[in-house]
């Protein structure tokens, strides 16, 4: 795989290289050095308010697709983590809904709402279990005002990578903010996300593509 250079200089930097773009192994890096590793917008607290609530998501689906879960205890704290059984690997809930626990429907492992693991059936008497890696894994999340991030294996904290952004926009009342979802509008881009991000960026084509 062709190594890539960017010159911190902008007067010498160039485009990169159209590997980046086509080659297989990049894309898949980026997964692992950019996205896995960088926080992703949830949603927000509204849809996680009482105790026993679940919320089921999946991490950049279509790209990172990794299968989390949100569950507020009886002691209103708000976890997260897998949503995948330590046991066999099946998706322990489908959809969001409030219970006193979480249990797997492949052979009825359960599991606290923090993620720590209580029992299974027939394993009476099994040495050295449970153990800790029976407990589902705890996922990173960070809350800004009331909206969720998460992240698989964040390299920075939240408040490094965006603080500036929320002294800009501390005027706002975000806790009073509503999704509406009316509003909300889903586009299909057939491009390479980098390619699409840089297009965003840079303003050089708006007096053509977009001078009416």
């Not at 999704?179 to 299909?188: G, M, T």
Request: charged share 30%.
């Amino acid at each position: 795989m062709k190594k890539l250079f960017v010159d911190k200089d902008i007067r010498k930097a160039e485009t990169l290289a159209a590997e980046f773009y086509t080659d297989r192994a990049f894309w898949d890096l980026s997964k692992e050095k950019i996205f896995a590793s960088t926080w992703q917008f949830v949603g927000d607290t509204d849809s996680i308010r009482v105790s026993g609530q679940l919320l089921p998501h999946t991490l950049l689906e279509g790209f990172l697709d990794e299968p989390i879960l949100f569950a507020r205890d009886k002691d209103d704290t708000i976890h997260c983590m897998s949503n995948v059984c330590t046991h066999r690997g099946n998706i322990l809930v489908e959809s969001p809904c409030i219970e006193n626990s979480l249990r797997c429907r492949y052979h009825g492992r359960r599991f606290r709402l923090n993620g720590k693991f209580e029992s299974m059936p027939e394993f009476e008497g099994v040495e050295n279990f449970p153990s800790a890696k029976d407990d589902l894994a705890r996922v990173p999340f960070e809350l800004w005002s009331k909206l969720i991030f998460a992240s698989v294996k964040p390299a920075i904290a939240l408040d490094q990578s965006i603080g500036e952004m929320k002294k800009r926009l501390d005027f706002l009342p975000l806790q009073e903010f509503k999704c509406d979802p009316v509003r909300s509008r889903d586009y299909l881009v057939k491009c390479h996300w980098a390619l699409y991000c840089e297009n965003y960026l840079e303003g050089f084509h708006i007096p053509y593509i977009h001078r009416d």
